[in-house]
């Protein structure tokens, strides 16, 4: 058999190509070429340990192996988590389709209208079934979210309550335990306190901003909320709910009731368990809070030619904009999640969803009569789908008996469990379930059988709980229920957009690099797919198997002595890496050290990370070059040295240059107290060269999304595990529900106790097949393509960084500014321009104003290279012909960018410029063009004119 033949699939260019590039560069080898890159202290002194790559086959036979040693038990735990049916026509051309998994984040509106409405649909979705007005695009998981609306609350203080020091927030003890955790995770270095407890009006005084409660909460039980929210608005205390969406098609929505927040996880609405994510967490809440919500808004706006048009509102990536005073550091959303649950609703429709509900209820009902024959006593009054069960002694025995017969229920304690139902639960199981119980009471247990007539009549809650008001009113709830339909508004919205599975995507920081199907394959797989986070430890072998191998080719990989999985965003690992070393710091009683240290040319998130950890941020200065000034940080830390406790930096750094003072400004951190954190936005151009452990640093979270392949999926799922050396190992993350972490373990980052562990067989197939040289290899030609493009534009575009001998790491600035005094050309333009040419833009004005950032990722071959160059060089001419006078300043091909078939074929074209040259500006697109659906965005209008849900039906009557 022919072994270890993935890199040629991965690796874009061929040997012969790679000989061309090298020429261009004026190279005559690779070796030669890192040489000139490539600070010599850096560098490893020997290969990656981590054995040669596997073919397709092999890997995919492994992963069965693994797959193989989890167990397929029915699970009824809850918590959050259920089994869910995702509709086949979902799974095939969504879940399994690169046109939805590859495309980026909709930064570029234009190419993005087909993604933008799948996430407006999501919205409209959430604000619909919650009931508040406004919905974002979907936030990491349920536990984040509460956490997210807690701080929301927090910075919404009426100015009396910040004057008399208000800062406790309550927490219901009826909230799930994760999410509790979650919440005291973020609340502690931001001084919030943290109370929980049961809840009732009269024990929250005016010393609280705010309250979360559960809807049904935890044990499943219904409570009339109304006079108590009631209550707590009197006295200026905030509300969040974290609810069941499935459940809030039958009972009653909070939005209804008075709360301020509604939050939760649309997991159930279609998305596999995946033994815990990823999954799309909601957040929607009042107009109120309209300038405060956390995370991406959809709105529509309209675009230059006067058509509706979607694009992203007002807190996009605002933590790039106020950095250090961002109110969140939220960069990753769960995009691709969300759109399989917008879809779900889609397909299912109102009434659909309100049949599997009913379904679900219908069956608890049967199963608590059953129960109480069998001797077992239900607690609940009022329920949904979760049933909280007293057996005197003996709910372990149950427990157990359960396993037996290949269910799992939820222990609660000695005298009570619990047991969620869900869509996929039949008769059948109910009456297994009874039997069980039977089995410990010893009562008689004769199957139950249903009379639909009488079954139908059941009820579960009080009349006064019944939700009264419609919900997915909208048309796209109401059109696509065959699956003829559904397939093809799906492959409807797709075309618009433009994904990796039709174009380079030259992003530079966020790394588009191939998401190979062999990777892809067990996303779909019932033996990854459909196991509970929280089942014992003996039924997801496989799943740890193979996160015990991730951990260690990783650490391998990295330098690092541990790593934790649990942070399910880059931003999350940026956060779950400052809290360990503010953990550590205070083991050794240096509490006090607060100072973050953080270059002018940081990732926004990296600032918004640090203050949400409780530090404080100073700026360090960068030199003309883009490198750190040593001087200036030396004088800092230095000024600081008794209360310094980090200093986070991106390597290669965000400029795209290997800074030969990196093992310097490390030296300077630590001589001063201080630990140092890598940012791993830029780990593609390490792997096997360097490591951020070798080169002294002492945590970095990895972006499994953009080095390790993981598909950005429309906007995420993202995943950003740290990494950390031994003296930090003891503090990594802990769960109350499964053991992982360190001994000194910081409470949870997110719900799940491996984050979003699901799409980790993504990246452990990339390294299992590339095997150590080919992840070197990779990283090699990463660098060689970015260098390639360089030589081949820098005579047309100024390049605004580079090392000492003119080179570049894996990705380059293209200084576009001068344009703005000679032809009124932004950025923006050219950006906009591209996507004529059939590409989505490079990275827009960041790290530095009017820049591109280019990065090429080694998956592209040397005609797509070159394709982009020659757009970009035709784009310099067109830029030209306005410097020259030939185009006119303001009515030209950029300006008026992007042009869509619409406005080509129109009558009436009013252009000083060809229809040809619009649309065809070179000749490769005559065999493959693509327009984009809509024409300039207006963001200005979007912004005065704020809506994020789908028209309401009265427009369509």
């Given at each position: 058999m022919i072994t270890n033949n993935f890199v040629k699939r991965h690796i874009g260019p061929s040997k012969n190509e790679v000989d061309k590039m090298l020429q261009v560069i004026g190279v005559g080898s690779i070796d030669e070429m890192l040489y000139q890159i490539l600070p010599d202290n850096i560098r490893l002194p020997e290969a990656l340990k981590i054995g040669a790559g596997m073919n397709e086959y092999e890997y995919i036979q492994h992963l069965k192996d693994l797959g193989s040693k989890n167990k397929l038990f029915k699970t009824?735990?809850?918590?959050?988590?259920?089994?869910?049916?995702?509709?086949?026509?979902?799974?095939?051309?969504?879940?399994?389709?690169?046109?939805?998994?590859?495309?980026?984040?909709?930064?570029?509106?234009?190419?993005?209208?087909?993604?933008?409405?799948?996430?407006?649909?999501?919205?409209?979705?959430?604000?619909?079934?919650?009931?508040?007005?406004?919905?974002?695009?979907?936030?990491?998981?349920?536990?984040?979210?509460?956490?997210?609306?807690?701080?929301?609350?927090?910075?919404?203080?009426?100015?009396?309550?910040?004057?008399?020091?208000?800062?406790?927030?309550?927490?219901?003890?009826?909230?799930?335990?994760?999410?509790?955790?979650?919440?005291?995770?973020?609340?502690?270095?931001?001084?919030?306190?943290?109370?929980?407890?049961?809840?009732?009006?009269?024990?929250?005084?005016?010393?609280?901003?705010?309250?979360?409660?559960?809807?049904?909460?935890?044990?499943?039980?219904?409570?009339?909320?109304?006079?108590?929210?009631?209550?707590?608005?009197?006295?200026?205390?905030?509300?969040?709910?974290?609810?069941?969406?499935?459940?809030?098609?039958?009972?009653?929505?909070?939005?209804?009731?008075?709360?301020?927040?509604?939050?939760?996880?649309?997991?159930?609405?279609?998305?596999?368990?995946?033994?815990?994510?990823?999954?799309?967490?909601?957040?929607?809440?009042?107009?109120?809070?309209?300038?405060?919500?956390?995370?991406?808004?959809?709105?529509?706006?309209?675009?230059?030619?006067?058509?509706?048009?979607?694009?992203?509102?007002?807190?996009?990536?605002?933590?790039?904009?106020?950095?250090?005073?961002?109110?969140?550091?939220?960069?990753?959303?769960?995009?691709?999640?969300?759109?399989?649950?917008?879809?779900?609703?889609?397909?299912?429709?109102?009434?659909?969803?309100?049949?599997?509900?009913?379904?679900?209820?219908?069956?608890?009902?049967?199963l608590v009569i059953e129960a109480e024959k069998a001797g077992v006593r239900q607690l609940n009054k009022a329920w949904f789908d979760t049933l909280h069960f007293e057996l005197k002694d003996k709910a372990a025995e149950v427990c157990a008996a359960a396993v037996k017969e290949e269910m799992n229920f939820r222990l609660i304690d000695e005298s009570h469990f619990a047991i969620s139902l869900d869509e996929t639960t039949t008769l059948a199981d109910v009456n297994k379930i009874i039997a069980v119980m039977a089995s410990i009471t010893g009562e008689q247990h004769q199957d139950y059988v249903c009379d639909p007539e009488f079954c139908g009549l059941l009820e579960t809650f009080p009349a006064s709980f019944r939700r009264q008001s419609l919900f997915l009113t909208h048309p796209v709830f109401n059109s696509y229920h065959s699956e003829t339909d559904m397939l093809r508004y799906l492959k409807m919205l797709e075309n618009r957009d433009l994904a990796l599975n039709r174009t380079m995507i030259p992003l530079g920081s966020c790394t588009m690099k191939l998401n190979a199907a062999a990777e892809m394959f067990s996303l779909s797989w019932p033996e990854f797919a459909n196991i509970h986070p929280f089942v014992p430890a003996d039924q997801a072998a496989g799943y740890m198997e193979l996160i015990e191998n991730l951990e260690r080719d990783l650490c391998e990989i990295t330098g690092f002595a541990g790593l934790s999985f649990q942070p399910n965003s880059g931003a999350s690992g940026e956060y779950a890496g400052l809290l360990v070393i503010r953990e550590f710091l205070l083991s050794k009683g240096e509490g006090h050290r607060n100072i973050c240290l953080i270059p002018s040319s940081a990732h926004g998130t990296n600032p918004a990370s640090a203050v949400m950890a409780g530090m404080e941020v100073l700026v360090v200065k960068c030199d003309e070059m883009g490198n750190v000034d040593l001087d200036d940080l030396k004088q800092k830390a230095e000024a600081h040295k008794d209360t310094l406790a980090a200093i986070m930096v991106t390597y290669p750094s965000t400029h795209g240059v290997y800074e030969k003072g990196i093992t310097e400004l490390i030296e300077i951190v630590h001589q001063n107290g201080g630990q140092v954190y890598m940012d791993g936005a830029n780990m593609n151009a390490q792997v096997g060269l360097t490591s951020p452990g070798f080169i002294g640093a002492d945590v970095c979270h990895l972006n499994l999304h953009k080095t390790f392949a993981i598909p950005h999926g429309g906007g995420g799922p993202g995943v950003g595990p740290i990494g950390v050396a031994e003296h930090l190992v003891d503090f990594l993350p802990g769960h109350q529900f499964v053991k992982t972490g360190g001994r000194k373990a910081i409470t949870p980052v997110s719900a799940a106790p491996f984050g979003s562990a699901m799409i980790l067989p993504i990246s452990y197939g990339y390294i299992k097949m590339l095997g150590g040289e080919g992840l070197t290899y990779s990283t090699i030609m990463a660098i060689l393509n970015a260098n390639y493009l360089k030589e081949k534009l820098k005579n047309h575009y100024p390049i605004l960084y580079t090392g000492n001998q003119g080179t570049v790491a894996h990705e380059m600035i293209l200084d576009c500014n001068l344009f703005s005094k000679t032809a009124d050309v932004a950025v923006i333009d050219i950006a906009k321009r591209l996507m004529d040419y059939g590409f989505h833009a490079p990275t827009v004005a960041f790290p530095v104003h009017g820049t591109l950032m280019v990065e090429p990722t080694e998956s592209e071959p040397l005609a797509e290279l070159d394709r982009f160059v020659d757009a970009m060089i035709s784009i310099r001419e067109e830029i030209r012909d306005i410097e020259n006078g030939i185009a006119d300043k303001s009515n030209n091909l950029l300006h008026n960018a992007p042009h869509t078939v619409g406005m080509v074929v129109n009558s009436d074209w009013n252009y000083p410029y060809s229809r040809e040259k619009a649309a065809f500006p070179v000749a490769a697109l005559q065999n493959d063009k693509y327009f984009t659906p809509v024409t300039r965005i207006d963001d200005a209008y979007g912004d005065r004119n704020l809506v994020c849900t789908c028209a309401p039906i009265t427009d369509y009557m």
């Open positions: 009824f735990i809850g918590l959050g988590y259920y089994h869910t049916i995702t509709p086949a026509v979902i799974t095939r051309n969504v879940l399994e389709n690169p046109g939805w998994y590859t495309a980026y984040t909709p930064y570029q509106a234009e190419i993005s209208q087909g993604r933008l409405e799948a996430l407006l649909n999501f919205q409209t979705m959430i604000s619909d079934l919650t009931a508040l007005p406004i919905a974002n695009a979907s936030l990491l998981d349920e536990a984040t979210a509460a956490a997210e609306a807690m701080i929301m609350f927090f910075n919404s203080r009426s100015r009396q309550q910040v004057k008399s020091g208000v800062i406790k927030f309550f927490v219901s003890d009826g909230v799930f335990p994760h999410t509790l955790d979650v919440v005291k995770t973020r609340a502690l270095p931001l001084g919030i306190e943290v109370v929980s407890g049961s809840l009732d009006a009269g024990q929250l005084d005016d010393n609280y901003f705010g309250a979360l409660l559960q809807y049904p909460d935890q044990f499943g039980n219904i409570h009339e909320n109304k006079p108590l929210l009631e209550s707590l608005k009197a006295k200026e205390i905030q509300v969040v709910v974290a609810a069941d969406l499935l459940s809030l098609t039958l009972i009653t929505p909070p939005g209804e009731w008075g709360a301020d927040a509604v939050v939760g996880s649309t997991q159930r609405f279609g998305v596999p368990m995946g033994f815990g994510g990823p999954h799309a967490g909601f957040f929607s809440t009042t107009d109120k809070y309209k300038r405060s919500i956390p995370g991406r808004i959809i709105g529509v706006s309209k675009d230059a030619q006067g058509n509706r048009a979607l694009r992203m509102a007002l807190q996009t990536r605002e933590q790039h904009i106020k950095r250090e005073k961002a109110t969140s550091n939220i960069c990753t959303a769960q995009a691709l999640l969300a759109s399989m649950a917008g879809f779900y609703a889609t397909y299912h429709g109102p009434d659909g969803l309100k049949e599997i509900a009913r379904h679900i209820n219908i069956l608890s009902a049967v």
